[in-house]
């Protein structure tokens, strides 16, 4: 798997900026920071298991955190050190969220998984990465994964233009299985975490309706968007729009 996300990842699509890249990438991107700046304590320290190229850690670590970023690829780890605010970070390395080992017990406030379950096929696995994960967080601190939704990546690769004809699809419902990609059924998410010292704060639909709505979204001036987004803000918490979105947010604390 390791090798076709990278092929994936350094082949076929670059991440750097995918967050900016149109009005429905960015709901994703400001859903995310609203939770963030709601629900995250003021100030401690941080672990990203998967910054990607660093979006939610250079964020994070311009409000005031101790931010260490890594990520799976050596593609990632590399643009985010090349950037001109590389220093803001505590640290940027490789690693793999299953064997986080090299970080002490204990040694964070906040540990955000913010891509690795979209990839780990084997139920066992994602236990290990959420173990993993929990094992470097402090109690009372606060857990956040990220993960796909089965049935809103359905949607999402029916609505692409190289998509998939919709007999094809029903691989997707049945298996959770897309390429590279891993979409839990409706309530996995909260199954996943139950062998685990965790409460559940809230799970969010981060992208909501951006792909039933993709050419109204993606089309709607400044003023227009502002105002969706407070529709979406208002309504992403509910089950009927997490159904529907790609990519969901599930936020707990450590007890």
Avoid at 14 to 21: F, I, K, P, S
Avoid at 140 to 164: C, K, M
Avoid at 238 to 249: F, K, R, T, V, Y
Wanted: include cysteine; aromatic fraction near 12%; charged fraction near 25%.
């Amino acid at each position: 798997m390791n090798n076709k996300l990278k092929t994936h990842y350094e082949e076929n699509y670059e991440e750097d900026g995918r967050l900016w890249r149109s009005n429905g990438h960015k709901i994703e991107f400001l859903t995310t920071i609203h939770y963030f700046d709601k629900l995250l304590p003021k100030g401690g320290r941080i672990l990203d298991v998967c910054a990607g190229t660093g979006e939610y850690a250079f964020y994070l670590a311009n409000k005031g955190y101790d931010v260490f970023a890594c990520d799976l690829l050596d593609k990632h780890v590399n643009i985010m050190k090349a950037k001109p605010y590389a220093d803001k970070l505590e640290g940027i390395e490789a690693a793999n969220a299953l064997d986080l080992s090299r970080f002490d017990e204990g040694s964070f406030d906040i540990v955000l998984c913010m891509g690795a379950l979209y990839h780990i096929f084997d139920p066992l696995e994602r236990e290990k990465c959420v173990a993993e994960c929990l094992r470097v967080l402090k109690t009372n601190g606060i857990f956040v994964f990220a993960y796909i939704n089965r049935n809103g990546a359905y949607i999402a690769d029916l609505g692409r233009e190289d998509g998939y004809k919709v007999r094809d699809l029903i691989q997707v419902i049945k298996t959770g299985k897309s390429g590279v990609f891993y979409g839990m059924d409706f309530g996995e998410a909260d199954a996943l975490v139950t062998k685990f010292p965790l409460t559940k704060i809230v799970d969010i639909g981060t992208n909501g309706l951006r792909y039933p709505l993709a050419d109204w979204i993606n089309s709607a001036d400044e003023d227009e968007f502002d105002a969706y987004m407070e529709y979406h803000l208002a309504t992403c918490e509910q089950p009927s729009i997490i159904g529907h979105s790609p990519n969901a947010l599930w936020i707990g604390k450590k007890v």
